[in-house]
């Protein structure tokens, strides 16, 4: 017999409208700037994902006799915003369709809906839908040039190009996601904007995000071996930071209640964790695998984290 129990790695009184209305406060930045860089396509897109996956939750839930909870649950509408803008802006409307209804049944429902899902669904959704479609990766579109365009939205081929040459650009351009990237990983001060909001919020803690970060920067210099007491080296250190999308990443995937470790050690532990798959796989593979396979990683590790410390825990309490 299997005992399923909701997320019990969650250490917090905050309830889940408020924790999920603030998500979605922390959020809002990175679409509203997404929409402002790619104009109807990125409001089209968002919308879609985000409604989509409200209806999904709602209908998987009537269909396993779930009562209706008391109040207005919108968990399911941050995770799929969160997913759009993991997406390249030349996506076809259908193809990011398809993700979300991936994401909700596959990776959510399955496990019993909210609280029951073993790993990030934005993440896991993303990289699902760009192994699928390998094409994808040749759908970025420059910002700015063309916001009531709709070109490719609703076929089923991609349109763009390939992901933006960074080496020209200014670092100002590559701080506020003046390129070719994804719909909402590129502008640090609106992420830094959402990750300060959560905190001031205590939403989330910090510990799991820093160790993640920093984890992520020391072990670029060494894997690389960037000098960072040089300007190519700094610059370079930015550029990897700033348009891989982990700053993205550690803001809103790394912070997630439900698959992540919220605990002081858990918290560091996890983030260690992820930060290390994350530089080791830039190595290798493609951006959104390095940025979504740790994070799913560390969700998988969430579970047996939490039982160890859970039981170092009950030993230290024993012997006392």
Known sequence: MILRSNAPYIHTDLNTPYIYTNMMAAVLPCALYSVFCYGIRAAVTMAACAMLSLVAARICDR????????????????????????LPPGTPLIISILGILIGE???KQLFGGLGGNPVNMAAASALFIN???EDIE????????????LDGLFTLHVSGDQP?????????EILTGSYAGRFGTGCCLMILIGIVYLVSKRIVRIEAPVAYLATVLIGYCILYKVDVLKSDGQR????????SGVLFAAAFMITDYICVSQGL?????????AGLMTVVLSRFTSNIVYLTVPVIMTNYLTYTLEFVISSVRSRRKLRV
């Open 236 to 243: 370079e250190l930015l550029v990897f930071m700033v348009t």
């Open 138 to 149: 040749n759908g970025y579109i420059e910002p700015y040039k063309d916001r009531l365009g």
């Open 131 to 133: 192994l699928l479609f």
């Open 63 to 86: 269909l396993r006799g779930v009562a209706a909870v008391e109040y207005y649950d919108i968990s399911a509408m941050v995770s799929g915003i969160i997913y759009a803008l993991l």
């Open 105 to 107: 049944l596959a990776f």
């Open 164 to 172: 933006a040459v960074l080496d020209d650009l200014y670092i100002t």
């Open 265 to 273: 050690s858990g918290g560091i532990i996890s983030g260690c964790f």
